[in-house]
């Protein structure tokens, strides 16, 4: 009999009950520390003051109105994100795949209004992950998520990551938009040079087209700036944006330049919840902290820490870990035994990673994580390790 909950995830047996700052408490009272944050999602923490403040103030006073009326908490952030970006304009989302929906739309109106209908292909990169609605999975076009669910979104063009020779004959006159995470999340934490991302704007402005960022993983002070393409000092046209930013509360949004966004009048585009007025209460609050220059210099200086914590705990472990990669607050150890039982070994040691593609366990901590937890993670981490070894290789 199938199970009440539609069976699409491989859920481990921990249902947690509670949430404070870095720590997520089990039904059974034990404390885990969270190096996962709901997949990078709650950036500030569980149960962050100022957030539960932010939430339950708005949460008393109006819940939903609709986007056919002003919603002040959507314009003020909109502002926030304005002034803080690359961007003119902002639409709110309540997830990343959302924000994938309308980037994809974007584009091709963008060339329709230009009056090149027939610039609708967006390349993408193998490895991506962008979201499981119907243009996510054929953005992503991988195996696994497209198998079963044809016919696919028509419209995309699939280039394997780091391939520079393929890039440039891949685009043609029915080329819209290049599709890109700055740091690919599921696909293992894998961060895209600088220097390439440099590339890639050069060439979408010499062909014409429009670069598309997807920063929901990546985004929201995750690597140590506000956005991760702010290292390579380009900027996108187009940039999808979602987890972080709500702290935990379902927000989307995609950020545009007023070019890009220039098909997307009034009644081509709609959410019923998207910028709700308790999402982007949330999200105000988050912009607050996260954008200021103390709060990201701290990132960056917990993260070279963490990082280097990683590097020894690898030195100690090379027959569970290979190495540490990523950038910021999100890392990836690439195993040698296999990542699950690796994140396995965690839960058993009260710590929670996540898996990945490519054999990596990601290390996405909240943001606050203090310098003390780092210590502790790694301690734990350190147990999770010695508990996978086999006798002869701990006694050899
Ligand atoms: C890079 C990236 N894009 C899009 C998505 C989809 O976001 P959501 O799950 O909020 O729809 C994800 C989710 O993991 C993601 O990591």
């Not at 999340?185 to 429009?210: H, M, N, S």
């Not at 993983?217 to 995750?222: E, I, K």
């Not at 956005?227 to 987890?243: L, Q, R, S, T, Y």
């Amino acid at each position: 009999m199938i199970a009440q909950l539609l069976p699409t995830y491989s859920r481990a047996p921990l249902s947690f009950v509670k949430g404070e700052g870095s720590w997520l408490i089990e039904a059974d009272g034990r404390r885990f520390l969270d190096l996962g944050a709901g997949i990078a999602v709650n950036a500030l923490g569980h149960a962050n003051p100022a957030l539960v403040e932010a939430l339950t103030d708005q949460a008393q006073r109006l819940w939903h109105t609709s986007n056919l009326y002003q919603v002040p908490q959507q314009q003020a952030l909109a502002e926030k994100l304005v002034d803080a970006t690359f961007a003119d304009t902002v639409f709110f989302t309540n997830s990343g795949t959302e924000a994938c929906e309308l980037a994809v739309k974007m584009a091709r109106k963008y060339f329709y209004d230009k009056g090149q209908s027939e610039r609708v292909e967006i390349i993408t990169f193998s490895g991506s992950f962008h979201g499981r609605s119907s243009a996510g999975i054929a953005a992503a076009g991988s195996e696994k998520m497209t198998k079963g669910f044809g016919p696919l979104l028509p419209g995309f063009v699939h280039l394997h990551w780091g391939d520079h020779d393929a890039l440039a004959p891949a685009i043609t006159g029915k080329t819209a938009a290049l599709l890109i995470e700055p740091v690919q999340g599921e696909g293992g934490i894998v961060p895209l040079p600088d220097q390439c991302l440099k590339g890639l704007r050069d060439l979408c402005d010499e062909k014409g087209i429009l670069l598309i960022l997807d920063e929901v993983q990546c985004g929201v002070g995750r690597t140590g700036r506000l956005f991760a393409h702010e290292w390579a000092g380009v900027d996108p046209d187009i940039m999808m944006v979602a987890k972080g930013i709500g702290g935990g509360f379902p927000l989307g949004a995609v950020l545009a330049t007023e070019k890009a966004a220039s098909g997307m009048t009034a009644g081509t585009h709609g959410s019923t919840y998207g910028g709700n007025p308790l999402g982007c209460a949330v999200g105000n609050k988050v912009m607050d902290i996260v954008s200021d220059p103390a709060f990201l210099a701290e990132v960056n200086r917990k993260a070279g820490l963490f990082r280097q914590r990683l590097e020894a705990l690898v030195a100690e472990h090379p027959d569970v870990f290979d190495h540490v990669r990523g950038t910021g607050l999100m890392l990836g150890l690439k195993c040698k035994a296999a990542n699950l039982d690796v994140v396995d070994a965690g839960y058993a040691n009260a710590v929670i990673t996540v898996p990945a593609a490519d054999n990596v366990i990601r290390i996405l901590p909240p943001l606050t994580i203090t310098d003390d937890e780092i210590a502790e993670a790694v301690i734990r981490l350190g147990a999770a390790a010695a508990s996978l070894k086999t006798p002869s290789a701990s006694s050899g």
